[in-house]
C-alpha cells in the first residue's frame, strides 16, 4: 500500500506511555512516501488528530470531507512520531491542500524549523 503525505489513516496506537495519544484513531501520515520506500524499516511518520480543540500553531483545525473525517478535528503536532505501518487498519482519504499546509507550519515550528524554512528576501532593486 503505497501512502501519500497527508492521507488520513486509522492506527492503532497501543501500547503507549505518560501523556501520548493513545488507542485506534486518525492520524495523518506526514512522511514523504519516497523516503519511506527508500527506508530499510517501514516506519511512517504520522500525527495523531482528535476531536479535541487546541489553540495554536500545533493544533491546526481540519474540517469533515475528502479527507475522510466525519467531524471538526484538530491536529496534535506535538505528537508526532513514527510507526510501523503494519499499525495501519484502513486509509480514508487526503487533507486539503490548505489543511497539509497548516500541518506543516505546525511541523516547522514544533521541529525548530521556522528560520530555515522562512523564504529568502527578495533584493531591492532601485
Not at 496506537?13 to 486518525?26: A, K
Not at 530499510?40 to 500553531?57: D, E, N
Not at 525548530?112 to 523564504?119: C, E, S
Amino acid at each position: 500500500m503505497r501512502l501519500l503525505r497527508g492521507t488520513v489513516v486509522l492506527l492503532d496506537l497501543n501500547p503507549t506511555r505518560g501523556h501520548e495519544q493513545r488507542g485506534v484513531r486518525p492520524c495523518i501520515i506526514v512522511s514523504d512516501p519516497e523516503v519511506v520506500a527508500d527506508q530499510r524499516y517501514s516506519l511512517l511518520c504520522i500525527v495523531p488528530v482528535t476531536g479535541t480543540p487546541g489553540q495554536g500553531a500545533l493544533y491546526p483545525a481540519l474540517g469533515p470531507g475528502p479527507s475522510g473525517l466525519t467531524k471538526m478535528s484538530y491536529a496534535l503536532i506535538d505528537h508526532l512520531r513514527s510507526v510501523d505501518k503494519r499499525r495501519v487498519q484502513r486509509a480514508f482519504g487526503l487533507l486539503a491542500p490548505s489543511e497539509l499546509r497548516a500541518v506543516d507550519d505546525g511541523l516547522a515550528l514544533f521541529l525548530g524549523f521556522g528560520d530555515r524554512l522562512a523564504p529568502e528576501p527578495t533584493p531591492h532593486v532601485q
